[in-house]
Nanobody, 113 residues
């Protein structure tokens, strides 16, 4: 089975940038798509970006134009480049693949001055 591990969360200032990483282990060739999710305090977990095995990208309206998802084809690591960060982006960020992988602990992103 495929295992994913998120990393890269940090405390950043409004307007700043951050890049999250999602490392993949196991049968990575079976992955059809990978998504980045986030969950803010008191809110539902939200899909914010996804990338297919062919490189197609989709984004939630809340992050469109600010976040970019990409994949390293050699090791199947998926990245989330986050620019122009806002206070509202504060959340725990998770990655998950299809076929579904278990939820991991996520990585905390805090946007504050």
């Amino acid at each position: 089975q495929v295992r994913l591990v998120e990393s890269g969360g940090a405390l950043v200032q409004p307007g700043g940038s951050l890049r999250l990483s999602c490392a993949a282990f196991g049968d990575v060739l079976s992955i059809k798509q990978t998504g980045w999710y986030r969950q803010a305090p008191g809110e539902q977990r939200e899909l914010i970006a996804a990338i297919t095995s062919s490189g197609g990208e989709t984004y939630a309206d809340s992050v469109k134009g600010r976040f970019t998802i990409s994949r390293n084809s050699a090791n199947y690591t998926v990245y989330l480049q986050m620019n122009n960060l806002r206070h509202e982006d504060t959340a725990v960020y998770f990655c998950r693949a299809a076929p579904p992988t278990p939820w991991g602990p996520g990585t905390q992103v805090t946007v504050s001055s």
